[in-house]
């Protein structure tokens, strides 16, 4: 389950993120950035390498999957 | 356009369009594949070079140079400034007409450019990449070729299709935000400010670097383990509300530097990695355009003997070619930060005192290091135990 977004209207696309993600999980073209859920272990190193905190962890989503189970 | 080149390099900036002009100079046919509209735009960049790093691979030409830089200034924590001549002047850039002169200098060479052309993946056929898939204005298209070469910047996951890791550990990547800020006229036009401390960029350093009309680049750069505390937005926009509240911003740019040694490995058959994606930036500095230039040369040279020869392993040379030319002093350099990293602000301020006692005439970068160790033994420790570590 993805947990981790990037906020569109915020970002520069500026790579830093890409450059951190272990899993190749991160597309970005020139004004374009998906997270790819298939890719993504919600390790978190994209949200601590944005030098302009765009990236977020979604924890409501993640206290509510905790609670019904689903991680 | 050809369906098919010898050469498709994967990225427009200065490692790519140097590899292009290399090979394409010596008969090879080349294209160069660029995500972005503009090629040299958006600039991700503190613009900073040597005479010699531009010098190398185009004359130094007002029309891409901001400013002429003939001292550096380093401020510690408590505001001591040590101010060095430099041996040899440096620049600060227009990265936008830099990154398009260089691109044009390979197109004169006769290599082919396509903007707004993505790479999303590359043709492998028996363990061999012998070719690139692309979108191009919404269309997917693939073209075949002898050599890739990956020059897909600090973002890079073309060498990983190849499987090379080409990740940076995210306490590796410097993440920057910088600046371009109209009328700072409280600087000296020729020098570059660099400020250290906690208060500024821990594990990085904040920067000012005049442009032309009394423009500067101002930015900084701090490691990812500092990030995951305090993003380096925070650290920049303390500083402006301090120094230049009421501010003209002319460009506001976020960029990663991958500042640690070269990847492992750098070739594969049929592709080689250039640039910053080689992570060919010197760790100390973070500078990045002139390694990734001279990357880009052995690179496209390499590339291009290794076709004319007909000799796939050739091209496996090129990593052992880096090394020699710039690879194993960045290793030298990346055990210097690791030290720097974990410097108190009092260790910086007693280094900045016993520097300022030196005569001006007789500064350089290198006496700075001397004087930091013979007045600062425990220094020694310090860099020895991180030489021990590595």
């Known amino acids: 389950m993805l947990l981790i977004e990037i906020l569109p209207d915020k970002c520069d696309f500026c790579g830093c993120c890409v450059g951190v993600c272990p899993e190749d999980a991160i597309e970005l073209k020139e004004a374009e950035i998906s997270i790819i859920e298939s890719l993504c272990t919600n390790c978190s190193k994209c949200i601590w390498a944005c030098p302009i905190e765009v990236i977020k962890f979604d924890i409501e989503k993640y206290k509510k999957a905790k609670n019904e189970k689903l991680l | ?390």
């Open chain 2, 1 to 390: 356009m050809k369906n098919y080149y010898d050469i498709v390099v994967v990225g427009g900036g200065p490692a790519g369009t140097v590899a292009a002009r290399f090979a394409a100079e010596r008969g090879m046919s080349v294209l160069i594949l660029e995500k972005d509209r503009d090629i040299g735009y958006p600039v991700r960049c503190g613009e900073a070079i040597s005479h010699a790093g531009v010098a190398e691979f185009i004359d130094p030409d007002p029309a891409f140079i901001s400013s002429t830089i003939s001292k550096f200034a380093f401020i510690a924590p408590d505001g001591t400034e040590v101010v060095i001549p430099l041996e040899e002047k440096g620049y600060i850039l227009e990265r936008r007409i830099f990154d398009y002169e260089l691109a044009k200098k390979a197109a004169d060479k006769g290599a082919e450019i396509l903007t707004r052309a993505y790479v999303n993946g590359l043709i492998i056929d028996s363990g061999r990449v012998c070719g690139v898939k692309y979108e191009f204005r919404g269309e997917q298209k693939e073209i075949r070729c002898k050599i890739v070469i990956a020059a897909d910047g600090v973002e890079s996951r073309v060498g990983r299709w190849a499987g090379i890791k080409t990740y940076t550990d995210f306490r590796d990547m410097e993440c920057c935000v910088q600046m371009t800020v109209a009328n700072i006229t409280d600087r000296d036009r020729d020098t570059c400010y660099f400020y250290f401390g906690e208060k500024f960029a821990p594990q990085g350093y904040f920067w000012i670097f005049p442009k032309s009309n009394g423009a500067a680049n101002i930015g900084l750069g701090v490691s990812g383990k500092v990030g995951k505390k305090r993003p380096a937005i925070s650290f920049l926009n303390d500083f402006m509300e301090k120094k230049y509240p009421e501010s003209a911003v002319l460009t506001s740019i976020a960029g990663g530097v991958p500042s640690v040694t070269t990847l492992e490995k750098i070739s594969a058959p049929g592709i080689i990695i250039v640039g910053d994606a080689a992570r060919q930036v010197n760790p100390l500095s973070g500078g990045g355009i002139a390694s990734g230039m001279i990357g880009g040369s052995i690179g496209g040279r390499i590339a291009a003997e290794s076709i004319l020869a007909g000799d796939e392993k050739h091209l496996l040379t090129y990593d052992k070619a880096w090394n020699e030319r710039l690879g194993k002093r960045h290793e030298i350099f990346d055990r210097i930060k690791n030290g720097i990293y974990y410097f108190t602000d009092e260790k910086f301020n007693a280094i900045a005192h016993s520097f300022s006692k030196i005569e001006y005439e007789k500064r350089t970068i290198g006496n700075l290091f001397k004087t930091a160790l013979l007045n600062h033994p425990s220094l020694l420790i310090d860099i020895a135990r991180v030489f021990l570590v590595r």
